[in-house]
């Protein structure tokens, strides 16, 4: 087998990675899960970063504090590989470094409603 073939196959390997994103709420939190068309009003990306091909995390990787940072009651989680991520990932995969975007939409509790 020439190496140019077994570069060939091997190349996904250094172009794919693992990482884990955690969709979780803040303990004790009521939340509605929103429907994929419902309105939200607030809408978070956040990129997470990985070492070692995603067996690190080098940033937060949980939903719950953003959770609670926007004080959100009815949320919205999904994670998305960007086109901006791919083109990361092409290069920094070579230094086992990975990144996906974590997604969280919702919206907060009225004002009335809302515990400072």
């Known amino acids: 087998m020439s190496i140019r073939r077994v570069a060939a196959?091997?190349?996904?390997?250094?172009?794919?990675?693992?990482?884990?994103?955690?969709?979780?709420v803040p303990p004790g939190t009521r939340l509605k899960l929103l429907e994929r068309d419902a309105p939200a009003s607030v809408r978070i990306e956040r990129s997470v970063w990985y070492a070692l091909w995603g067996g690190v995390e080098l940033s937060e990787n949980h939903t719950a504090p953003l959770i609670r940072e926007f004080d959100l009651v009815e949320v919205r989680l999904h994670n998305q590989y960007t086109f901006l991520d791919v083109l990361i990932n092409t290069f920094a995969s070579l230094l086992s470094f990975s990144r996906r975007?974590?997604?969280?939409?919702?919206?907060?509790?009225?004002?009335e409603e809302r515990t400072e």
């Open 101 to 111: 975007t974590v997604i969280v939409e919702g919206n907060p509790a009225p004002r």
């Open 9 to 24: 196959l091997a190349m996904p390997l250094f172009l794919a990675g693992c990482g884990t994103i955690h969709f979780d």
